[in-house]
Protein backbone atom coordinates (compact mmCIF):
# COMPACT_ATOMS: atom_id res chain seq x y z
CA UNK A 1 0.00 0.00 0.00
CA UNK A 2 1.81 3.37 -0.87
CA UNK A 3 1.80 5.83 1.43
CA UNK A 4 0.55 9.64 1.79
CA UNK A 5 2.47 11.50 -0.41
CA UNK A 6 3.69 15.24 -0.26
CA UNK A 7 5.35 17.68 -2.02
CA UNK A 8 7.81 19.61 -2.33
CA UNK A 9 10.07 18.06 0.67
CA UNK A 10 11.65 21.34 1.14
CA UNK A 11 10.82 25.17 0.38
CA UNK A 12 12.49 28.37 1.00
CA UNK A 13 10.75 31.64 0.68
CA UNK A 14 11.02 35.23 1.13
CA UNK A 15 8.43 36.50 4.19
CA UNK A 16 5.47 38.32 2.58
CA UNK A 17 5.80 35.60 -0.71
CA UNK A 18 3.30 32.87 -1.26
CA UNK A 19 3.60 29.25 -1.19
CA UNK A 20 1.70 25.71 -1.86
CA UNK A 21 1.90 22.45 -0.08
CA UNK A 22 0.57 19.68 -1.67
CA UNK A 23 -0.70 16.48 -0.30
CA UNK A 24 -2.06 12.82 -2.05
CA UNK A 25 -3.53 10.48 0.74
CA UNK A 26 -3.81 7.03 1.03
CA UNK A 27 -6.04 5.61 -1.51
CA UNK A 28 -9.14 4.99 -0.54
CA UNK A 29 -8.89 7.15 2.77
CA UNK A 30 -11.70 9.47 3.44
CA UNK A 31 -10.69 11.91 5.82
CA UNK A 32 -7.25 14.03 4.98
CA UNK A 33 -5.77 15.65 7.96
CA UNK A 34 -3.17 19.41 7.56
CA UNK A 35 -0.97 19.73 10.72
CA UNK A 36 1.61 22.49 11.52
CA UNK A 37 4.69 21.22 13.25
CA UNK A 38 7.20 23.86 15.04
CA UNK A 39 10.10 22.55 16.32
CA UNK A 40 10.28 21.89 19.85
CA UNK A 41 6.25 20.88 19.26
CA UNK A 42 3.85 18.61 18.67
CA UNK A 43 2.09 18.57 15.53
CA UNK A 44 -1.38 20.50 15.41
CA UNK A 45 -4.05 20.23 13.27
CA UNK A 46 -4.81 23.18 10.98
CA UNK A 47 -7.83 21.55 9.20
CA UNK A 48 -9.87 18.20 8.56
CA UNK A 49 -10.97 16.92 5.41
CA UNK A 50 -14.08 14.18 5.25
CA UNK A 51 -14.29 13.44 1.41
CA UNK A 52 -14.31 16.73 -0.05
CA UNK A 53 -15.91 18.86 3.15
CA UNK A 54 -14.04 20.81 5.76
CA UNK A 55 -14.71 18.98 9.04
CA UNK A 56 -12.81 21.07 11.11
CA UNK A 57 -10.80 24.55 10.47
CA UNK A 58 -11.19 26.13 13.67
CA UNK A 59 -6.91 26.43 13.85
CA UNK A 60 -6.62 27.65 10.86
CA UNK A 61 -5.27 31.23 10.35
CA UNK A 62 -7.80 31.90 7.58
CA UNK A 63 -6.21 35.46 6.45
CA UNK A 64 -3.55 34.15 5.58
CA UNK A 65 -3.74 30.26 5.01
CA UNK A 66 -6.61 28.63 2.76
CA UNK A 67 -6.96 24.66 1.51
CA UNK A 68 -8.97 22.90 -0.59
CA UNK A 69 -9.68 19.00 -1.18
CA UNK A 70 -11.24 18.72 -4.93
CA UNK A 71 -13.14 15.73 -6.12
CA UNK A 72 -12.05 14.13 -2.28
CA UNK A 73 -8.53 12.91 -3.37
CA UNK A 74 -5.59 15.45 -3.47
CA UNK A 75 -5.49 18.34 -1.46
CA UNK A 76 -3.26 21.68 -1.15
CA UNK A 77 -2.32 24.32 1.12
CA UNK A 78 -1.56 27.24 0.17
CA UNK A 79 -0.07 30.45 2.52
CA UNK A 80 -0.45 33.80 1.12
CA UNK A 81 1.54 36.18 2.47
CA UNK A 82 4.00 34.14 4.23
CA UNK A 83 5.30 35.32 7.77
CA UNK A 84 8.41 34.37 9.57
CA UNK A 85 6.22 32.36 12.35
CA UNK A 86 5.25 30.34 9.59
CA UNK A 87 8.57 28.48 9.80
CA UNK A 88 7.63 24.66 10.27
CA UNK A 89 6.88 21.48 8.83
CA UNK A 90 3.75 20.93 7.46
CA UNK A 91 2.60 17.70 7.71
CA UNK A 92 -0.40 15.56 5.33
CA UNK A 93 -2.17 12.77 7.35
CA UNK A 94 -5.00 10.47 6.36
CA UNK A 95 -7.43 7.66 7.87
CA UNK A 96 -10.04 5.52 6.40
CA UNK A 97 -12.40 7.73 8.32
CA UNK A 98 -13.92 5.28 10.56
CA UNK A 99 -13.97 5.90 14.59
CA UNK A 100 -10.62 4.88 16.39
CA UNK A 101 -8.82 4.46 13.05
CA UNK A 102 -5.23 5.55 13.10
CA UNK A 103 -3.82 8.72 10.83
CA UNK A 104 -0.83 8.18 8.20
CA UNK A 105 1.23 10.63 7.72
CA UNK A 106 3.43 11.88 5.21
CA UNK A 107 7.00 12.82 5.40
CA UNK A 108 6.12 16.47 5.67
CA UNK A 109 7.22 19.95 3.93
CA UNK A 110 9.94 21.89 5.23
CA UNK A 111 9.32 25.30 5.05
CA UNK A 112 11.71 27.82 5.96
CA UNK A 113 10.66 31.81 5.67
CA UNK A 114 13.83 34.18 5.43
CA UNK B 1 -2.93 25.22 27.23
CA UNK B 2 -1.28 22.33 26.42
CA UNK B 3 -3.76 19.86 27.07
CA UNK B 4 -1.44 16.72 26.13
CA UNK B 5 1.95 16.83 28.11
CA UNK B 6 5.25 14.82 27.89
CA UNK B 7 7.82 16.51 30.61
CA UNK B 8 10.63 14.69 29.74
CA UNK B 9 11.98 15.96 26.80
CA UNK B 10 14.79 12.79 26.15
CA UNK B 11 15.26 9.75 27.49
CA UNK B 12 18.22 7.29 27.47
CA UNK B 13 17.98 3.78 27.75
CA UNK B 14 20.88 1.11 27.28
CA UNK B 15 19.96 -2.01 25.02
CA UNK B 16 17.86 -4.49 26.22
CA UNK B 17 16.55 -2.77 29.24
CA UNK B 18 13.00 -1.44 29.76
CA UNK B 19 12.18 2.55 28.05
CA UNK B 20 8.90 4.08 29.67
CA UNK B 21 7.83 6.98 28.40
CA UNK B 22 4.99 9.20 30.02
CA UNK B 23 1.91 11.36 29.24
CA UNK B 24 -0.36 13.14 31.00
CA UNK B 25 -3.35 14.91 30.23
CA UNK B 26 -6.10 17.19 31.28
CA UNK B 27 -9.03 16.90 29.50
CA UNK B 28 -11.02 14.30 31.25
CA UNK B 29 -13.32 13.62 28.03
CA UNK B 30 -10.27 12.45 26.13
CA UNK B 31 -11.50 8.60 25.62
CA UNK B 32 -8.62 7.55 22.65
CA UNK B 33 -5.17 8.03 22.90
CA UNK B 34 -2.22 7.05 20.73
CA UNK B 35 1.08 6.74 20.73
CA UNK B 36 3.28 8.00 17.64
CA UNK B 37 7.21 7.57 16.66
CA UNK B 38 9.30 9.88 14.64
CA UNK B 39 12.15 9.82 12.69
CA UNK B 40 14.04 12.37 11.46
CA UNK B 41 12.79 14.01 8.05
CA UNK B 42 9.93 11.17 8.35
CA UNK B 43 6.51 11.81 9.64
CA UNK B 44 4.98 10.40 12.34
CA UNK B 45 4.24 6.70 12.62
CA UNK B 46 1.98 4.83 14.39
CA UNK B 47 2.32 2.85 16.83
CA UNK B 48 -0.41 1.78 19.91
CA UNK B 49 -3.44 3.13 21.32
CA UNK B 50 -5.41 2.72 23.74
CA UNK B 51 -9.23 3.13 24.18
CA UNK B 52 -10.41 4.68 27.79
CA UNK B 53 -12.14 1.57 28.54
CA UNK B 54 -9.00 -0.40 28.70
CA UNK B 55 -6.08 0.27 31.20
CA UNK B 56 -3.83 -1.89 29.12
CA UNK B 57 -2.81 -2.62 25.64
CA UNK B 58 0.23 -4.98 24.51
CA UNK B 59 1.60 -5.43 21.02
CA UNK B 60 4.59 -7.53 20.59
CA UNK B 61 7.53 -5.12 22.62
CA UNK B 62 5.04 -2.42 23.07
CA UNK B 63 2.62 -1.82 25.78
CA UNK B 64 0.42 1.03 26.45
CA UNK B 65 -0.74 1.72 29.68
CA UNK B 66 -3.62 4.00 30.86
CA UNK B 67 -4.81 5.50 34.57
CA UNK B 68 -7.81 7.48 33.76
CA UNK B 69 -7.93 8.55 37.41
CA UNK B 70 -4.21 9.80 37.45
CA UNK B 71 -5.17 10.99 33.66
CA UNK B 72 -1.90 9.37 32.66
CA UNK B 73 -0.19 6.83 30.21
CA UNK B 74 2.71 5.39 29.39
CA UNK B 75 4.18 3.76 26.74
CA UNK B 76 6.64 0.42 28.00
CA UNK B 77 8.96 -0.81 24.99
CA UNK B 78 11.04 -4.19 26.36
CA UNK B 79 13.24 -4.89 25.62
CA UNK B 80 14.66 -1.87 23.98
CA UNK B 81 16.56 -1.83 20.97
CA UNK B 82 18.95 0.41 18.97
CA UNK B 83 16.26 1.52 16.08
CA UNK B 84 13.61 2.39 18.79
CA UNK B 85 15.54 5.62 19.13
CA UNK B 86 13.49 8.01 17.90
CA UNK B 87 10.98 10.93 18.79
CA UNK B 88 7.93 9.67 20.49
CA UNK B 89 4.85 11.55 20.35
CA UNK B 90 1.39 10.90 22.68
CA UNK B 91 -1.84 11.73 21.28
CA UNK B 92 -5.22 11.90 22.65
CA UNK B 93 -9.03 12.30 20.67
CA UNK B 94 -12.38 12.53 22.18
CA UNK B 95 -15.78 11.58 20.82
CA UNK B 96 -17.53 14.81 19.15
CA UNK B 97 -14.21 15.93 17.16
CA UNK B 98 -14.14 13.28 14.41
CA UNK B 99 -11.05 11.98 14.98
CA UNK B 100 -8.98 14.90 15.53
CA UNK B 101 -5.91 14.47 17.76
CA UNK B 102 -4.06 16.45 20.40
CA UNK B 103 -0.46 16.14 20.68
CA UNK B 104 2.22 16.41 23.04
CA UNK B 105 5.58 17.86 22.08
CA UNK B 106 7.39 14.29 22.39
CA UNK B 107 10.11 12.46 24.34
CA UNK B 108 13.45 11.50 22.47
CA UNK B 109 14.39 8.43 23.29
CA UNK B 110 18.31 7.54 22.83
CA UNK B 111 18.97 3.46 23.60
CA UNK B 112 22.79 2.78 23.44
CA UNK B 113 24.84 0.25 22.79
Known amino acids: EAGVAQSPRYKIIEKRQSVAFWCNPI?????LYWYQQILGQGPKLLIQFQNNGVVDDSQLPKDRFSAERLKGVDSTLKIQPAKLEDSAVYLC????????????FGDGTRLSIL | DQQVKQNSPSLSVQEGRISILNCDYT??????FLWYKKYPAEGPTFLISISSIKDKNEDGRFTVFLNKSAKHLSLHIVPSQPGDSAVYFCAARYTGTASKLTFGTGTRLQVTL
Open chain 2, 27 to 32: NSMFDY
Open chain 1, 27 to 31: SGHAT
Open chain 1, 93 to 104: ASSPGQLNQPQH
